[in-house]
T-cell receptor, first 110, second 115 residues
Framework: ELKVEQNPLFLSMQEGKNYTIYCNYS?????LYWYRQDPGKSLESLFV?????AVKQEGRLMASLDTKARLSTLHITAAVHDLSATYFC??????????FGTGTRLQVFP | DAMVIQNPRYQVTQFGKPVTLSCSQT?????MYWYQQKSSQAPKLLFH???????NEADTPDNFQSRRPNTSFCFLDIRSPGLGDAAMYLC??????????????FGPGTRLTVL
């Protein structure tokens, strides 16, 4: 069974700082997704990473995928309060389902 | 706009009283999924339909059932809700199986409270 782990589980960071969230998964998969979830809301798709070495950027967020290391990173540059949310990575398993990571709750303070 | 719609957005039921949650989509996608998300946890897949083909996760309790009468609609039935079934229920769709470069689109969710 595929296991997907994120760290840290909770991240409190000051505005303007940089940080990286890590997503490790246990078996082979070449597709990985990042989602954002605000409290009480549904999931918002951020990035779809489809191949080894894929890198995507949107605003202050940049995601990358290393399928050989079974690792994806979500890098936050110069954090702002609006980025406060929970971030999930999710990996495709058996071609027909997503397995979600444990989630990282990000809190950005002034 | 094409989208995934869930009704109701908030549902309160009594312990043991059957409840049905609804999901509809205007995307004409082949696959529909139901996830359960408890507080501070990741979404957990309950089951999915690939067209009319039903796929149940091994650890989904028998208390949870699903129906897909047509391409657009999918229902989640909880036959005898317990306190532990209180959660956000998320419906998602994808054009095809996930291995075929297909992305899941999530509905707004239904928050279920069990009294």
């Amino acid at each position: 069974e595929l296991k997907v782990e994120q760290n840290p589980l909770f991240l409190s960071m000051q505005e303007g700082k940089n940080y990286t969230i890590y997503c490790n998964y246990s078996t082979t998969s070449d597709r990985l997704y990042w989602y954002r979830q605000d409290p009480g809301k549904s999931l918002e798709s951020l990035f779809v990473l489809l191949s080894n070495g894929a890198v995507k950027q949107e605003g202050r967020l940049m995601a990358s995928l290393d399928t050989k290391a079974r690792l994806s990173t979500l890098h936050i540059t110069a954090a702002v309060h609006d980025l406060s949310a929970t971030y999930f990575c999710a990996v495709v398993y058996n071609t027909d389902k997503l397995i979600f990571g444990t989630g990282t709750r990000l809190q950005v303070f002034p | 706009d094409a989208m995934v719609i869930q009704n109701p957005r908030y549902q309160v039921t009594q312990f043991g009283k059957p409840v049905t949650l609804s999901c509809s989509q205007t995307l004409n996608h082949n696959v529909m999924y139901w996830y359960q998300q408890k507080s501070s946890q990741a979404p957990k897949l309950l089951f999915h339909y690939y067209d009319k083909d039903f796929n149940n996760e091994a650890d989904t309790p028998d208390n949870f059932q699903s129906r897909r009468p047509n391409t657009s609609f999918c229902f989640l039935d909880i036959r005898s809700p317990g306190l532990g079934d209180a959660a956000m229920y998320l419906c998602a769709t994808s054009r095809d199986r996930m291995g075929l470069i297909s992305e899941q689109f999530f509905g707004p969710g239904t928050r279920l409270t069990v009294l």
